[in-house]
């Protein structure tokens, strides 16, 4: 409550971006998954929208957002599905294969249990091709087999 009063009293951005993170895990300590999923959303909003120092800064933000979100994204009721939706989008994926590589094991995970997203599923078999040799995972492998050998 006092990072919410905080927030919306503060008139310095970095603050307000902190409390933001603060807010986002209190709210995932607590298991209060659906306001934790809409400070993601505010979070994510923010680091879509600002511009930072430097583009490295901003992605580091970005694969920050998305660890975080993994406690969200599977203990949500629709977790599953944001995952792709958030994961699959362009900046997002990028971040992936350059600095984060061991996330795509959590995507491979969210196709595998979702079944709504199946044609999805065929641009995600392509980055495993293009990540193959240099990010190797017994669940990323798993799809690769199947879908591809």
């Not at 995932?28 to 930072?52: T, Y």
């Not at 994961?87 to 996330?103: E, G, M, R, V």
Request: aromatic content about 14%; overall charge positive; some cysteine.
């Amino acid at each position: 409550d006092y990072l919410y009063q905080y927030r919306t009293l503060c008139s310095n951005l970095e603050r307000s971006l902190s409390a933001l993170w603060g807010k986002l895990a209190s709210e995932i300590l607590m298991q209060n998954w659906d306001i934790a999923l809409e400070e993601l959303n505010r979070l994510k909003e923010i680091i879509d929208s600002k511009s930072f120092a430097s583009p490295l800064n901003q992605v580091q933000n970005r694969i920050w957002l998305m660890h975080w979100g993994l406690y969200i994204f599977f203990n949500h009721d629709n977790g599953r599905t944001q995952i792709i939706d958030l994961f699959n989008q362009d900046k997002y994926l990028n971040a992936i294969q350059t600095s984060a590589p061991h996330l795509l094991r959590y995507l491979a995970t969210a196709f595998i249990v979702n079944k709504r997203r199946r044609p999805q599923l065929k641009e995600f078999i392509k980055v495993i091709q293009q990540e193959h040799y240099s990010y190797k995972d017994p669940v990323v492998e798993f799809l690769a087999c199947v879908f591809v050998n």
